[in-house]
């Protein structure tokens, strides 16, 4: 019985790191789909979302809501910032030429971020309360509820602008086929700045609602960013439910790995998981494999 | 090809004649690392800049290198030199072992799968504390000695590990310019190009990226026997991004462009003490910058901009 409310706990904390993963990969997701980068610099949205929140409350004395605001408004800034300096200058880049770049930027945020803020953990206080909530035998803390909700709404934001709008009817066009996307008057180039902005707000709000639970600091982006991505793969760098399935399964095996197996391998856990689906299933756990274009 | 042969020769030179000015100051235990770093950005060139093939976990292979020596050398008593050719021989294993699933990807998703086998390794090193020590460290390793010659002094250690990274660049140039060298190029050019053309490309990833790890183990043996203390920040992830800032700076494809980024990204932050965290800022700075406007690295950026400027002002003349 111990055991078994255990891994109920287990369960619960492992589904609302993994909806945080399934955010971070639907941001890869997207802006992968647009312009066919693997963005290195995604964790560092995520960081900024938390510590950008923080910086709000404590030094602008902004209420939260509005700290939560400011918070994924300056990383969006920082996201299309990021597209017109590094991304759009590179015309007919080579995906190495890409991996560097981003990798660049991607250090470049974090040692920013430590020049201003400090190498300290920084806190932000839950949203509604520490009180926990005991729901058959396991706790569930507030934060968690906020996490599920957000991440809810989200999905179903998200599955509403890419299937019902002419923005996201255009944007999937564009995933589908640039060239064809761009003959029919869509302009492409616009498109992919639109990603980058979808895709940096969605990567902060994540790192918003995941610092209370974990706090936060200019390096948290690595990992944040990492398992995102492991998310997005499981996913078959798709950007609906599968990268949402995919970031639920993650973050209960690793919660479930650290809790039952060893809580020091925690991250290892996840990066073997990584490892594994590239060598076996590349395209993702739901997809039937792809011939590969030359 | 007589001019590499010159060209090698003065740089043989240079390398044994600059510790002579410094006599036997700070500047030479600085100059030791520069030549670990040299074989070890040599090493990630090979791979990415030939090959063109991303490793983010250099520095996985490194670790194993210095812990390999640094555990078998502690623990076990083993003489020192056995456990470096030893510990060679089985990261090289290792290497070729993960080489086949890895470099089954490309481009994005090789680069994720390199940095998750340095991110499980540095993991490693944290959480194995009976045999590495842990966060804190492993420390007692002996220097390397032959006979009773011990490499005790910086001055000592420089020649040491000059002679390896010497014998490192020797060939690597040969490589380079042998038929092998020739495969990894047409590979980085068009892979299906190349298997056309009977170039076993599956082949040659596995065996360039296993010769780039066993060049990092090497390093990473030498590096444990000079510092005689190792722990896993060493290893990490930012040294895989600082090699990979190294390769890019000095010229990709480039042996001696490696050298000099090497030497530029390991006197840099000795120079910038002052500002010592700025360095990371730097780092990312450089990597986007030269990307976009010097992808050809210092070593063709440089004599490039000559060529423009001269004949401009040659034609003002």
Not at chain 2, 98 to 121: D, E, N, Q, S
Request: net charge positive; glycine share 12%; proline share 3%.
């Amino acid at each position: 019985m111990e055991l078994l409310n255990q891994i109920t706990q287990f369960v619960i904390s492992g589904l609302a790191t993994g909806a945080i993963y399934a955010l971070i990969g639907l941001s890869f997701a997207i802006i992968f789909n647009s312009t066919g980068i693997i963005n290195f610099a995604q964790g560092e949205f995520v960081m900024l979302g938390g510590v950008l929140t923080i910086f709000s409350i404590n030094a602008l004395k902004l209420p939260l809501v509005f700290a939560v605001v400011a918070a994924v408004a300056g990383t969006t800034l920082v996201g299309v910032a990021f597209e017109r300096l590094a991304i759009r200058p590179l015309k007919d880049a080579t995906p190495l030429a890409l991996i560097i770049i981003t990798i660049g930027t991607s250090i470049l945020i974090r040692g920013v971020v430590m020049l201003l803020w400090g190498k300290d953990t920084q806190v932000l206080a839950p949203f509604s309360g520490n009180e926990p909530l005991h729901i058959a035998g396991a706790t569930l803390l507030p934060q968690h509820l906020w996490i599920f909700g957000v991440t809810i709404l989200v999905i179903v934001g998200s599955r509403l602008f890419f299937h019902h709008t002419i923005s996201g009817k255009a944007m999937r066009a564009c995933s589908f086929n640039r060239r064809a996307a761009n003959l029919v008057g869509i302009s492409v180039g616009r498109m992919v700045l639109f990603s980058f902005i979808i895709s940096a707000a969605l990567g902060s709000l994540a790192g918003v609602i995941i610092a209370p639970l974990t706090m936060t600091a200019y390096d948290v982006g690595i990992m944040l960013g990492l398992k995102g991505f492991c998310a997005a793969i499981m996913g078959g760098m798709g950007s609906g439910f599968a990268t949402v399935f995919g970031g639920l399964i993650l973050g209960m095996l690793e919660s479930l790995g650290a809790g039952l197996i060893s809580s020091g391998y925690k991250d290892a856990i996840a990066f073997l998981i990584l490892l594994l689906i590239l060598f076996i299933r590349p395209q993702g756990l739901f997809k039937k494999g792809e011939t590969e274009r030359v | 090809m007589k001019s590499d042969k010159i060209k090698f020769l003065v740089f043989c030179l240079i390398v044994l004649a600059a510790p002579v000015p410094l006599s036997q100051g700070y500047l030479t235990n600085v100059l030791v690392f520069v030549g670990i770093n040299s074989m070890l950005a040599l090493g990630l060139n090979l791979l990415l800049g030939y090959a063109g093939q991303i490793s983010l976990g250099q520095a996985a292979f490194f670790g194993l290198g210095a812990y390999g020596s640094g555990v078998l050398t502690t623990h076990f008593a083993m003489n020192p030199w056995l456990a470096m050719v030893l510990v060679a021989l089985c990261v090289a294993l290792f290497a070729f072992a993960i080489g086949f699933p890895v470099l089954r990807l490309k481009g994005h998703y090789l680069a994720m799968a390199t940095l998750g086998v340095g991110v499980i390794a540095h993991i490693a090193f944290n959480e194995t504390v009976d045999l590495t020590g842990g966060p804190s460290g492993l420390s007692g390793i002996p220097n390397l000695s032959v006979g009773s010659f011990t490499f005790d002094s910086d001055i000592k250690n420089y020649y040491l590990v000059w002679s390896f990274a010497l014998v490192v660049i020797l060939l690597s140039l040969n490589m380079v310019n042998s038929r092998f060298g020739r495969g990894l190029r047409a590979i980085h050019d068009s892979e299906v190009a190349a298997r056309v053309m009977g170039v076993n490309a599956r082949l040659m990833k596995v065996q360039v990226f296993t010769l780039s790890a066993l060049i990092s183990a090497l390093a990473g043996s030498l590096y444990c026997h000079v510092m005689t203390f190792i722990s896993p920040t060493s290893f990490g992830f930012n040294i895989s991004i600082e090699l990979l800032t190294m390769v890019v700076i000095g010229g990709l494809g480039s042996v001696y462009g490696s050298i000099l980024g090497a030497l530029l990204l390991t006197l840099l932050p000795e120079l910038l003490r002052a500002f010592q965290d700025y360095d990371i800022v730097f780092y990312g700075l450089l990597l986007v910058s030269m990307t976009i406007y010097l992808p050809g690295g210092l070593v063709r950026g440089i004599p490039a901009l000559f060529r423009r400027v001269m004949p401009a002002r040659s034609g003002h003349a």
